[in-house]
């Protein structure tokens, strides 16, 4: 062989396994992604779970809001629609902001509860709702952590996948860049819902 055919072989090599190591840390940090979802979802379960059992023990002392109780138990629902969607597809810009939508209306059903609740002394002095409240309160602080995490591996893995050099792989790969999470998308969303007793 002559030299510049092994010079070739030698940059086509290079080439390919620089490809092959960029590939390899797009994938890494795309699976962080879905771990640090993994997270979110746990304490996404956790407060989906705590949802009934805050409204059950409403249900006795607010008989005259049917409707605001209902209005959280659909939201729940959509909630864990959106969740189930988006833990199959946690770097889908469509599925994570459904999910923040629906997360959102979920915790605006939940503040609107609490404003009700707070015109019955008797439910504001029940220990279980106190409890729940409290649970539900540290739930929604976990969350907050578990969102900031997940934003920060998708910041990582889109910080590699849109510069050049490494944007030829992740778009040959079909790796694009993810959706971070988006808490709050208005004035109305930024304002914290009261869940105190």
Same mark, same amino acid.
């Given at each position: 062989?002559?030299?510049? !055919?092994?010079?070739?072989?030698?940059?086509?090599?290079?080439?390919?396994?620089?490809?092959?190591?960029?590939?390899?840390?797009?994938?890494?940090?795309?699976?962080?992604?879905?771990?640090?979802?993994?997270?979110?979802?746990?304490?996404?379960?956790?407060?989906?779970?705590?949802?009934? &059992?805050?409204?059950?023990?409403?249900?006795?002392?607010?008989?005259?809001?049917?409707? !605001?109780?209902?209005?959280?138990?659909?939201?729940?629902?959509?909630?864990?629609?959106?969740?189930?969607?988006? /833990?199959?597809?946690?770097?889908?810009?469509?599925?994570?902001?459904?999910?923040?939508?629906?997360?959102?209306?979920?915790?605006?059903?939940?503040? /609107?509860?609490?404003?009700?609740?707070?015109?019955?002394?008797?439910?504001?002095?029940?220990?279980?709702?106190?409890?729940?409240?409290?649970?539900? !309160?540290? !739930?929604?602080? /976990?969350?907050?952590?578990?969102?900031?995490?997940? &934003?920060?591996?998708?910041?990582?893995?889109?910080?590699?996948?849109?510069?050049?050099?490494?944007?030829?792989?992740? /778009?040959?790969?079909?790796?694009?860049?993810?959706?971070?999470?988006?808490?709050?998308?208005?004035?109305?969303?930024?304002?914290?819902?009261?869940?105190?007793?």
């Amino acid at each position: 062989m002559e030299w510049t !055919t092994w010079m070739q072989l030698v940059v086509l090599v290079a080439v390919a396994w620089w490809a092959i190591g960029v590939y390899n840390r797009l994938v890494k940090l795309h699976n962080r992604i879905a771990n640090a979802f993994g997270q979110i979802d746990v304490q996404l379960k956790r407060r989906h779970d705590l949802v009934p &059992n805050l409204v059950e023990v409403a249900r006795g002392y607010l008989q005259h809001e049917a409707a !605001t109780l209902e209005a959280v138990i659909q939201a729940r629902g959509q909630a864990q629609g959106a969740a189930k969607t988006a /833990r199959s597809q946690p770097t889908d810009a469509a599925a994570i902001g459904a999910l923040a939508v629906a997360e959102g209306a979920l915790g605006a059903s939940l503040g /609107r509860l609490m404003v009700v609740a707070e015109n019955y002394p008797e439910l504001k002095a029940d220990a279980t709702m106190a409890s729940l409240s409290e649970e539900l !309160t540290s !739930t929604e602080n /976990r969350i907050g952590f578990a969102r900031q995490a997940y &934003n920060d591996q998708v910041l990582d893995f889109n910080n590699l996948a849109t510069q050049f050099p490494a944007l030829l792989v992740a /778009r040959l790969t079909g790796l694009p860049p993810a959706a971070m999470l988006q808490s709050t998308q208005s004035e109305a969303e930024r304002q914290a819902p009261r869940v105190q007793f």
